[in-house]
């Protein structure tokens, strides 16, 4: 017998648990529940959450079905629609459902959908609606299928989320301003202001409008300010968030309070708010962009999806794209453990636990959020791994998780500062660590499904200021 054996056949295991976390709506594959862990009450996890679903689809089109894709799509975008409300209010038009399950009602089936009035906080995903364009853009480009997105019901649910992100607000920023809770972070960590991931997210899902949108009289004005806002937003997110050891020594020496247009410390950030434990951390190669920025604020933490997923999506230039995947190498115990990858490093601790997440017990230091390990951050580490040319890192990735996944059923996460531990209040079989996993495999076995996944560098953008 083969040695690989027993892994192949726990592979088409995992397959077979991925296929059967498949729901459906009058009779299609719509979406997956988000976990399937027999021992616990199920509460929203029986849903399938837009975020969670992601890499679910990129599963379904490598394996070459885009069915239950093509139905996601069109079933959310007619939950875009809604007259759900909270207090009297409503949320902005365009805006996406949390997560969504079926239900029977009068004697047939219907959708129903969580804008956040049901959520943990009673928080809108801002998240949601910035995946669906990415994915609508991947469904497109897998299959070569424009047709879908061209539809006009379609058209108009991408320019009802361009109407909400791009509307003028109080803010001189071309990044948006999002509070916690609202994107994969669902609770309070101290991540309200320009969350890393959300800008990330935004970047790709304006890079995404920009090829879906047709050409035409009435899209004229959503390119011109789609045009404006990448080249500042790429702009600002490299030059303000970028941090290495000579970006670190330029913030120590800063003047704060300045005043005036051409000052170098355009944020006000006070030197002393460094934390020591950075100043040994950051290896002599390697850096990273900040998790958070605004007015006397940069957030110094670590934050992996947003990392990654600049990689993937060319937020990141070239030479950044290859320092934070230094960073990985260098600081692996840290980073990576014994789960690909650490959400977020280093977890808060003491006093500063209590203020940023309100003495939150889920997210207590090195646990769930904070510090704790995902396995659904295997596929985006491997994509970016493989955009930077860095394969052995992402199959040395791949050969720590899929083991130990196995073996524990797929847990939501890993807790402990090296992820050794599994959630103390995570599911097993959860989907989207499933999903991580034969997404992480089909990416090495077929390199060539990243182009529709990630975007190329533009030089279009690329000279802008902001």
Request: net charge negative; with cysteine.
């Amino acid at each position: 017998m083969n040695a690989n054996q027993p892994l192949a056949d726990s592979l088409r295991d995992a397959i077979a648990l991925h296929n059967k976390a498949i729901f459906y709506y009058r009779g299609k594959p719509v979406g997956t529940v988000a976990a399937q862990d027999p021992s616990i009450d199920a509460l929203n996890y029986d849903q399938c959450f837009i975020r969670d679903f992601v890499p679910s689809a990129l599963v379904f089109l490598m394996q070459g079905d885009a069915e239950i894709v093509h139905n996601f799509l069109t079933v959310t975008l007619e939950l875009q629609s809604h007259d759900k409300e909270m207090d009297c209010f409503q949320p902005g038009p365009g805006l996406m459902p949390a997560s969504f399950k079926v239900i029977h009602k009068d004697g047939e089936e219907q959708l129903e959908a969580d804008f956040g009035e049901a959520a943990i906080a009673r928080v809108p995903p801002v998240d949601s609606c910035l995946w669906w364009l990415i994915l609508l853009r991947s469904y497109s480009q897998a299959t070569g299928d424009l047709s879908l997105a061209h539809q006009p019901d379609f058209q108009a649910g991408i320019k009802l989320i361009l109407d909400l992100c791009l509307a003028h607000r109080f803010s001189m920023y071309p990044t948006l301003l999002v509070p916690d809770g609202a994107f994969m972070i669902d609770r309070r960590m101290g991540v309200y202001g320009h969350p890393l991931e959300v800008q990330v997210l935004f970047y790709a899902a304006l890079r995404s409008s920009r090829e879906l949108l047709l050409t035409d009289a009435k899209s004229d004005r959503y390119f011109t300010m789609i045009d404006q806002r990448l080249g500042a937003l790429l702009y600002h997110v490299r030059e303000y968030y970028w941090l290495d050891l000579k970006r670190l020594n330029e913030i120590y020496r800063f003047q704060t309070d300045e005043y005036g247009e051409n000052i170098a410390n355009k944020f006000n950030i006070h030197p002393a708010s460094i934390p020591p434990w950075l100043i040994e951390w950051l290896p002599e190669t390697g850096g990273y962009l900040a998790g958070n920025l605004g007015p006397g604020q940069m957030d110094f933490r670590f934050f992996a999806a947003g990392n990654l997923l600049a990689i993937v999506y060319s937020l990141a230039s070239d030479r950044e794209s290859h320092s934070i995947m230094d960073l990985f190498e260098h600081r692996t115990s840290d980073l990576i453990g014994y789960m690909p990858a650490k959400l977020c490093f280093p977890a808060v601790e003491g006093e500063e636990w209590r203020s940023l997440t309100g003495c939150d017990p889920k997210n207590t230091p090195w646990s769930y959020h904070n510090g704790g390990n995902w396995a659904m951050l295997l596929w985006m580490f491997v994509a970016a791994a493989q955009k930077t040319g860095r394969t052995e890192l992402a199959q040395r990735a791949i050969d720590l998780a899929q083991h130990q996944l196995i073996q524990d059923n797929f847990p939501e996460y890993y807790d402990g500062k090296n992820g050794r531990l599994i959630g103390k209040e995570s599911r097993t079989h959860q989907t989207w660590s499933i999903a991580a996993l034969i997404a992480a495999q089909e990416l090495m076995k077929s390199p060539e499904h990243s182009k529709w996944i990630g975007f190329g560098e533009s030089m279009e953008y690329s000279g802008c200021r902001f």
